[in-house]
């Protein structure tokens, strides 16, 4: 099983996000040693600027025009990337909200990868998915706690996991599971904990699900 970890806090072995989704592929390998992780942290990873040459790159490539040598070198930094997404059969995301959104590294990686004809299909009419990856669960931290009837409901706040959810399934991702841990970084440490612990426990229950 190839699984995709993908790590979007620059915070290292600080971050929530980062100590959860390990702990969950550590608990899944216990399980199933044939588990090969790809880790991709966009921190790391010196992503492409998604500049003049990538651009132009990208729309030459759905109309199968020729590029110049810059636009090809962009381009085949953008398809090992997405070649990632497409040699998984499993994926596992941590994210930390960041003014109530993604940090703007997992947005530039998704724009670079989510490309025409790749990761999905438009024929102008309708989208289709073109990843072929069964299984995803994204662990979502966020510093405080978003409920309906409060001044912070999750309908106005919460750009985090409505947008990644919804791009996972658009590209290809057929069972999703997410894990939102609120108060993850919280004035109360103590409430942090107990918020931590409870998404930890959570994700120990998704182990067989997500292995099987």
């Not at 132009?56 to 490539?61: E, N, R």
């Not at 662990?139 to 706040?157: A, M, N």
């Not at 939102?180 to 409430?191: C, F, G, K, P, Y």
Request: hydrophobic share 40%; proline share 4%.
């Amino acid at each position: 099983m190839k699984l995709l970890e993908i790590q979007s806090s620059p915070r290292g072995e600080s971050s929530d996000s980062i100590s959860l989704t390990q702990s969950f592929i550590e608990a899944c390998k216990s399980d199933n040693t044939s588990i090969v992780v790809d880790t991709l942290n966009v921190w790391h990873e010196h992503l492409p600027e998604f500049d003049y040459e990538a651009i132009g790159a990208k729309y030459k490539a759905v109309k199968h025009e020729t590029m110049t040598e810059a636009e090809s070198k962009a381009w085949e930094h953008i398809q090992s990337l997405i070649q990632r997404f497409q040699n998984a059969d499993r994926i596992v995301i941590g994210t930390p909200m960041w003014n109530f959104g993604l940090p703007y590294k997992l947005k530039q990686l998704i724009d670079l990868v989510a490309q025409r004809n790749y990761l999905f299909t438009y024929d102008g009419k309708q989208y289709g998915p073109l990843l072929n990856v069964e299984k995803a669960v994204v662990v979502y931290t966020r510093g405080s706690r978003f409920l309906e009837g409060t001044p912070i409901p999750p309908s106005l706040f919460d750009h985090q996991a409505t947008y990644l959810d919804f791009w996972l399934q658009l590209v290809g991702v057929r069972d999703l599971r997410s894990v939102i841990v609120d108060n993850a970084w919280n004035q109360d440490r103590q409430e942090s904990e107990v918020s931590l612990a409870k998404g930890k426990a959570t994700l120990e229950q998704l182990v067989e699900w997500f292995l099987n």
